[in-house]
């Protein structure tokens, strides 16, 4: 019998995921950690790639060369992938990456997807088409053994208060991307991620719209509408999070409405447990020098450590 290339990759991902971690190391081009939302303590800390986005298109580091970065640098055991990050997404690059990160005993969580179409377009051959560009990325985010893959939810009348349709047109999208992962242990996510997507009140229609287990939202703690309560917002969608965004600002430069402390505070004290996820980049004056890509690195890794501490402390009691 012949197997599809989707087929492949369900089956060798979730063979890999029913082993313990040690076999699953150990098993030629296995897939990563069983996928799940959760983690083993109830908290944890993640790192978003976009955080060294800086680093990585000044051509610094690729993503293979991830997992040593994360372990020696930053002292942190998981990591969200980006999609426009993968230089090549053959099997035999899934391979390798799988054994990069497993070899350094890190765990691939969730699949930042950008860049495959308006999901809520009000052209049904558009978002059918996003759909279908969509597969590849659920079939890779299960292979790594991700738990989760976040979509965005774009398209529609700029002014998405006089959209009544919007979320109905993304929710056959979503339910379209659920039933081609059907077979996975992968969740389908929204992230707030500017204009509707930034509507904690539209977020909460889609939920319920989409009325199914594996969708959820990741929930950004500071892409929110400008203008608007972002700690709020966050109490909002929160109940729907399957997965979180740690950002905002901090020290000399902390904006009380921003405040990344708060942030965090908000969540932990709503309940929130799973990974943080940082996704923080440097602020810099807009006419500051520009940096080599070794020093943007350097400042990169300083800023999410200094992230990382604030999420040690407010929710872990470390410091």
Not at 14 to 39: E, F, I, M
Not at 172 to 179: F, G, P
Not at 254 to 280: C, I, M, Q, R
């Amino acid at each position: 019998m012949n197997l599809s290339r989707r087929q492949i990759l369900v089956s060798t991902a979730g063979a890999a995921a029913s082993l313990p971690l040690a076999t699953a190391q150990s098993t030629a081009q296995s897939g990563s950690q069983a996928a799940k939302p959760d983690t083993p303590s109830g908290q944890a800390i993640s790192l978003a790639a976009w955080s060294l986005n800086g680093s990585f298109f000044k051509g610094k580091w690729k993503l293979l060369e991830m997992p040593g970065i994360l372990r020696d640098k930053l002292g942190i055991a998981a990591f969200e992938h980006v999609n426009t990050f993968f230089e090549n997404p053959t099997l035999l690059y899934l391979q390798k990456l799988n054994k990069a990160f497993n070899d350094a005993g890190i765990r691939q969580t969730i699949l930042m997807v950008d860049g495959e179409g308006s999901t809520a377009s009000p052209d049904a051959g558009e978002r059918k088409l996003a759909a279908v560009a969509h597969r590849k990325w659920i079939d890779i985010a299960n292979y790594v053994g991700c738990h989760s893959m976040r979509i965005n939810m774009h398209g529609g009348a700029r002014d998405w208060k006089t959209d009544p349709d919007l979320t109905k047109r993304a929710a056959e999208t979503i339910h379209s991307m659920l039933d081609y992962a059907k077979g996975t242990k992968l969740n389908i996510i929204v992230e707030n991620h500017g204009q509707a997507s930034s509507d904690p009140d539209v977020l909460v229609r889609l939920v319920k719209e989409v009325n199914h287990p594996k969708f959820g939202l990741l929930c950004d703690l500071g892409n929110w509408n400008p203008g608007t309560d972002f700690y709020a917002n966050s109490r909002k969608t929160l109940p729907y999070a399957k997965g979180l965004s740690v950002k905002g600002t901090w020290g000399a430069d902390k904006n009380p409405d921003f405040d990344a402390e708060k942030l965090v505070k908000t969540a932990h004290d709503f309940g929130y447990k799973g990974w943080w996820g940082l996704e923080v980049t440097p602020r810099r004056p807009r006419n500051a020098p520009a940096l080599s890509a070794e020093d943007q690195l350097v400042l990169e890794v300083k800023t999410v450590l200094e992230a990382k501490a604030i999420v040690e402390r407010v929710v872990m009691n470390k410091g």
